[in-house]
């Protein structure tokens, strides 16, 4: 706590509004957009190694989170402020940071691919840059950002190098499936278990559960696409931001549809994550390449 009281001395409107853009960086919005841009667009590869680094890291320090149940920096020393734009989007267990983990694993992976040391710098600059700001804004302490970081370091690398067993190789697809599955089962298990034990408190175990639906979804979607699918991500560059315009309209479409008629439950949040992600990575995809196929007999 002393760093970030020291943080907040050092202060100034300017640099509270630069952090918070800084921030922004590590929300799952943003991460979620740049995956669909290159799935869709440009590296569908590349995209589905980013999607395993931030869907595994996302379950492992969202069940840190709810295992440690550490409080926010103000709550645990009630004379410390954050800066105020900052809170609203800080919900949650304080340890370890997600915003932290969104941008790690965001840019680790292309520090990781690229092979330029310039480009790997600017890389790590970036997500240690969205590091800092959550404590720069207050909302963390230095441990939260430090055992996040470490977490999606060690998951982007391992991801990074298993990239070859992961997305190339036919014979282990079950296996992964499997493997991914029974890990997001366990979370969203782990979590109601607390939850029914009075340990955490539901807006807590939701956010778990959702993440466990996001994780079902995306192997789900992996598995089909890679078996049924396997669309091309080429087009002209009209085509390109004309599918990339569609798909996200429609994906935020079925999240506040979803919310619409079922409301804010447990059930209902998980079933709009997994949709979501579904929508993604397979349903999204398939319609495209329908589309393609017609177009192509029509010629």
């Known amino acids: 706590m002393d760093f970030l009281h ?3 001395e050092l202060r100034t409107p300017f640099g509270e509004h630069f952090f918070q853009f800084v921030t922004y960086f590590g ?27 931030y869907f595994l890291a996302g379950l492992c320090v969202q069940t840190l989170k709810i295992t440690f149940r ?13 800066v105020e734009s900052a809170v609203p989007a800080a919900t949650g267990y304080s340890f370890p940071s997600g915003h932290t ?22 890389f790590a600059f970036m997500f240690l840059l969205i590091g ?14 430090v055992v996040s970081m470490a977490v999606s370091l060690c998951i982007s690398f391992a991801v990074y190098k298993a990239s070859d067993f992961l997305l190339d190789s036919t014979r282990y697809r079950r ?27 539901l807006h807590y175990a939701s956010d778990c559960c959702k993440a466990s639906a996001a994780g079902i979804g995306f192997g789900v979607g992996w598995y089909l696409e890679n078996r049924y699918v396997n669309f091309s991500v080429k087009g002209s560059i009209p085509f390109q931001i004309g599918k990339l315009i569609i798909g996200l309209l429609v994906a935020v479409s079925f999240k506040i549809g979803i919310e619409f008629l079922f409301g804010n439950s447990l ?13 993604v990575i ?10 393609h196929q017609s177009s192509s007999t029509q010629n």
């Open 282 to 291: 397979f349903l999204y995809p398939w319609i495209l390449k329908k589309f």
């Open 101 to 122: 983990q969104g941008g790690t694993c965001l840019f680790a992976p292309f520090m990781f691919k690229s092979k330029r040391w310039l480009s790997k710098l600017l």
């Open 175 to 201: 296996l992964i499936l499997l493997s991914l599955l029974l890990l997001s089962s366990a979370v969203s298990i782990y979590a109601l278990f607390l939850l029914s034990r009075g340990d955490i408190s």
């Open 70 to 82: 550490i409080p926010r920096p103000w709550i645990l020393d009630p004379s410390f402020s954050p």
């Open 6 to 8: 020291v943080l907040a």
């Open 267 to 279: 059930p209902a949040d998980m079933f709009a994550y997994f949709l979501l992600v579904l929508w």
């Open 132 to 145: 800092f700001s959550r404590m720069y804004l207050g909302v963390h302490t230095p441990k939260d950002v």
């Open 27 to 53: 929300q799952e919005v943003i991460i979620i957009a740049v995956i669909c841009t290159l799935y869709w667009c440009v590296d569908k590869r590349f995209a589905y190694q980013l999607g395993f680094t």
